[in-house]
């Protein structure tokens, strides 16, 4: 799915002024499309969907744009923290088509070129932006935490699927924190932007699933 959803965004060109929309790009995340079932969030649990991983594209692509210095116009964190967009904590985007997108503008008087690589032998993805330099220089404060809530006890759920004897662990407990990332980008001495990135995740149980189907 990573190496699906990221080769959407391989050759685009963006001109100046123009807005970069995720999901405009992206296109229908269906099988039909060549994406598979895998792990994604769905209100208060994880489970099974097609399209998972595509947020570690969103995610990367955010990146990018944060530290190119680019103009953030939309970007919405997850629900709840998920270990591999850490660390840093607060610099993760999530997508949902229709409702929920990734959006920069391209601020500058020079087209931009994306290009994106996935090296499946290192587990990486990446996202080259292409551009004219424009002499910016970006600067991260944070992340600053707050309003740590402790997550709750963990819930076993009954499962008929799996043999009576079995117990498989299906979310992993963390958490909930504010968390604020600021970011000051500048030409020279002039500041372009002076942005702050809040996210609200949640506390996570764990859950652990008990079999009940008997021989």
């Known amino acids: 799915n990573i190496k699906r959803a990221a080769a959407q965004f391989h050759g685009l060109v963006i001109p100046p002024g123009e807005i970069f929309s995720f999901n405009r790009y992206l296109g229908k995340v269906t099988a039909a499309n060549g994406y ?4 994604i969030i769905w209100g208060d649990r994880t489970r099974i969907g097609i399209g998972g991983g595509v947020c570690q594209v969103s995610t990367t692509a955010f990146r990018a744009a ?9 970007r919405h964190a997850h629900g709840y923290r998920v270990h591999w967009y850490e660390p840093p904590l ?4 999530t997508v949902y088509a229709p409702m929920v997108d990734f959006k920069f503008r391209n601020d500058t ?5 994306i290009e994106t690589e996935v090296d499946e032998k290192r587990g990486t993805l990446t996202f080259y932006f292409y551009s004219t330099p424009t002499g910016r220089t970006v600067e991260m404060q944070g992340p600053f935490l707050s309003n740590h809530v402790s997550h709750g006890p963990p819930e076993y759920r009954e499962d008929p699927t799996l043999p009576k004897g079995v117990v498989k ?3 992993w407990a963390v958490d909930g924190v504010d968390v604020e990332v600021r970011r000051i980008v500048k030409e020279g001495d002039r500041v372009v ?3 702050v990135f809040f996210s609200r995740y949640k506390p996570w149980n764990a859950v652990y699933l008990v079999g009940t189907r008997e021989g």
């Not at 607060?90 to 985007?93: E, N, S, T, V």
């Not at 008087?109 to 070129?113: A, F, H, S």
């Open 193 to 195: 932007h002076r942005d």
């Open 36 to 39: 598979e079932d895998s792990l």
């Open 90 to 93: 607060g610099l993760d985007a």
């Open 169 to 171: 662990q299906v979310e």
């Open 66 to 74: 944060f530290w190119g210095g680019y103009e953030i116009i939309e």
């Open 109 to 113: 008087p020079y087209y931009l070129l």
